[in-house]
C-alpha cells in the first residue's frame, strides 16, 4: 500500500518561511508525480506544485509562483515544499498527493488537478499570522 506522510506544518509570521516534506512508501514504477495541495475551511482543496519524478519537472500555482519552491530527495523517498514570503492567505492544511499523471501533462495545470491523484497523505496544518 501507498503510504504518504507529511511534516514541516506549523505556525509562521506573515513573510516568513516553513519548508513542508512529504515522505512516501510503497511507491511503484507507475507513479511518476507527486503534487501538493491545500484546503482552509469552506474552499475547496486546490493544488499548489507538482513535480514529476522523474525528470523533475514542475508546475506551481499562480498564487505561489515566486514564493514557493517543490522538490525531491530521491534517496529519501521525500517530496519538499519550501514556502517563502508566506501571506496569512496560505493558512491550510497541506496534503501531498501521488499519481500516475500523463506525461502530457508535465509542467501544466493538469498536473494540479485532484483528480490525477489516487494515494492522499493525512495533512499538515499550517497557520500564517
Known amino acids: 500500500d501507498v503510504q504518504l506522510v507529511e511534516s514541516g506544518g506549523g505556525s509562521a509570521q506573515a513573510g516568513g518561511s516553513l519548508r513542508l516534506a512529504c515522505t512516501a512508501s510503497?511507491?511503484?514504477?507507475?507513479?511518476?508525480?507527486v503534487a501538493w495541495f491545500r484546503q482552509s475551511p469552506g474552499k475547496e482543496r486546490e493544488g499548489v506544485a507538482s513535480?514529476?519524478?522523474?525528470?523533475?519537472?514542475?508546475t506551481y500555482a499562480d498564487y505561489v509562483k515566486g514564493r514557493f519552491t517543490i522538490s525531491q530527495d530521491s534517496a529519501k523517498n521525500t517530496v519538499y515544499l519550501q514556502m517563502n514570503s508566506l501571506k496569512p492567505e496560505d493558512s491550510a492544511r497541506y496534503s501531498c498527493?501521488?499519481?500516475?499523471?500523463?506525461?502530457?501533462?508535465?509542467?501544466?495545470?493538469?498536473?494540479?488537478?485532484?483528480?490525477?491523484?489516487?494515494?492522499w497523505g493525512q495533512g499538515t496544518q499550517v497557520t500564517v499570522s
Open positions: 498527493a501521488a499519481g500516475t499523471v500523463s506525461p502530457l501533462f508535465a509542467g501544466g495545470p493538469e498536473s494540479l488537478q485532484r483528480r490525477e491523484y489516487k494515494s
Open positions: 510503497g511507491l511503484t514504477t507507475t507513479h511518476n508525480a
Open positions: 513535480i514529476f519524478t522523474r525528470g523533475g519537472t514542475t
